[in-house]
């Protein structure tokens, strides 16, 4: 993750796009912290985060990544970059993220 605030923007886009896809519930309930992190840096009502912090939006950013099968180190700079080579396969149930 090369740009912390970016990523977060890129988390929140996402969130306000998917949150009520049923694809993306799994890693909503896993990433309780990094989605609201993502939230708060992105609407300026933290300054900055803490190591801990970057770690939790890191793992919040590669997942998502992982999702959409793209480069997490990539600098992306819009969710409709990141899904432009992204499909749904709606027949395909047995491939699952794990999280943790």
């Not at 933290?46 to 912090?53: A, D, H, N, S, Y």
């Not at 992306?76 to 999280?99: A, I, K, R, V």
Request: charged share 30%.
């Amino acid at each position: 993750m090369k740009d912390v605030k970016m990523s977060a923007e890129l988390i929140l886009q996402a969130t306000i796009e998917f949150e009520k896809d049923e694809r993306f519930q799994e890693f909503f309930r896993y990433h309780t912290l990094g989605v609201p992190l993502a939230y708060f840096l992105t609407s300026n009502s933290i300054t900055g985060v803490t190591k801990e912090g970057e770690g939790i939006l890191e793992d919040t950013w590669v997942n998502f990544c992982r999702i959409l099968n793209v480069d997490p180190e990539q600098e992306w700079t819009s969710l409709e970059e990141m899904q432009l080579g992204f499909m749904f396969d709606e027949d395909d149930e047995d491939d699952e993220t794990e999280y943790f």
